[in-house]
């Protein structure tokens, strides 16, 4: 129990500053180096990018650039960029039920400009003409600039963690091993949102480069931006990686456990609605989209290391249900993986995805009974 005041009667509970707050979240939201990424993608892709490029120097110790082709910010958004939750995409709570959009929190610039020694946002809604701006630590925005620019956003981040020593220096120490976490991440992104995954099906061309301090520029990623899974892995991986994979594509029903469908039952109560006990409130409909590898001896992998998993197209980890792939692969080829590319296209209101900051975490409704049955469907 917390002590409210000491014995001379002053009390010891005090609110955190404003400052202090939002460099403690701010830490919270951008863990690593391929958060810091996911975070500027997944805006390129809300704002209707074809093309996107990663720039890292130095493995993205140095600095990391992302340009896209997307709609640019409009001016009226340019002072409300970087604030805290500040956002296009939700305006209300409920929203988060039927939301389409990668990002909604309206975290990302924010807390990106607390944690970089700088933060430059380069957009343009109106070409040839372009405007240049400088965030401050608080997410404000700073000097501004014209300058030439075709439509789209650039946003450059330099010496990510600097006003954070240790963790700046785990970055510097494991920077090569902090690259390849950021270009795995990316290659999820290449694979899913990128090939047209959702129900758009719009290709993103997807480039993705390093370059060294001697100035050699190394291409790491590049997608020809076709709407297609195999077209995207064939562009990551080479046209031999195709001959043992083969189409994922499951449908199947999970009944909703009793508590959950007892809460669906009660709103329809509360909200004055005549639900008649309808039998398809029970019952939730699962499709799974991807591929996989042939399940013989000699297809799979050694590692679990190209395993992608994906909820109404949106990156996530699904920890249980990788476990079941792999389990149910294992009884026909023992010592190998597959090579797995999954998503799962479940109703809004059955998962969430507002668990995590990253929100690469998701709650699915009734996951015991999703992974039961997809062991038995696979």
């Known amino acids: 129990m917390a002590t409210t005041s000491t014995q001379s009667g002053t009390s010891t509970i005090k609110a955190i500053d404003k400052t202090s707050i939002h460099r403690i979240t701010s830490g919270q939201v951008v863990i690593d180096l ?29 600095s990391v650039e992302v340009v896209d082709n997307g709609c640019g910010v409009a001016e009226e958004d340019w002072e409300s960029i970087g604030l805290k939750h500040y956002t296009s995409k939700i305006a209300k709570f409920e929203d988060l039920a039927t939301v ?27 070409p040839p003409m372009g405007i240049q701006l400088e965030l401050e630590k608080s997410g404000r925005v700073g000097k501004q600039t014209k300058i030439a620019r075709p439509r789209g956003t650039t946003v450059a981040l330099t010496n990510l963690f600097a006003p954070l020593p240790v963790r700046r220096k785990e970055l510097e120490r ?23 995954m959702d129900k758009s099906a719009k290709g993103v061309r997807l480039t993705v480069s390093n370059q060294l301090e ?44 009793k508590a959950s469908l007892k809460r669906i039952r009660d709103s329809y109560a509360d909200s004055g609605l005549d639900n008649n006990d309808n039998e398809g409130d029970s019952n939730i409909p699962i499709q799974v989209k991807g591929l996989i590898s042939i399940f013989s001896i000699g297809c799979g992998r050694t590692g679990t290391d190209r395993q992608f998993f994906y909820v109404n197209g949106r990156p996530c980890n699904l920890t249980k249900v990788q476990k079941a792939f792999n389990e149910v692969y294992r009884s026909f080829n023992v010592n190998q993986a597959p090579f797995l590319l999954a998503n799962f296209i479940v109703p809004t209101d059955c998962c969430d ?21 997809l062991k038995v469907c696979v």
């Not at 391929?34 to 720039?55: F, M």
């Not at 900051?357 to 039961?372: A, Y």
Request: aromatic share 6%; hydrophobic share 40%; proline share 3%.
């Open 214 to 257: 001697k100035g050699l520029k190394t291409i790491q990623i590049r997608t020809q931006g076709t709407p297609s899974f195999r077209a995207s892995m064939t562009a990551l991986w080479g046209p031999k990686v195709m001959d043992s994979i083969v189409d994922l594509d499951l449908n199947f029903v999970i009944h909703r456990e």
């Open 353 to 373: 995805v507002n668990v995590s900051p990253d929100k690469r975490t998701i709650f699915l409704q009734s996951e015991g009974n999703l992974v039961d049955a």
């Open 174 to 196: 494991n920077a090569k091993r902090e690259f390849s976490k950021a270009l795995h991440l990316l290659n999820g992104y290449a694979l899913g949102p990128c090939a047209g």
């Open 34 to 62: 391929q958060t810091a990424v996911k975070e500027l993608v997944e805006n390129s892709l809300d704002a209707g990018a074809t093309s996107i490029e990663v720039r890292f120097k130095q493995y993205g110790v140095a």
């Open 100 to 126: 389409q959009t990668f990002g909604f929190r309206g975290e990302a610039l924010s807390s990106l400009s607390a944690l970089c020694e700088s933060v430059v946002v380069t957009t343009s809604t109106k």
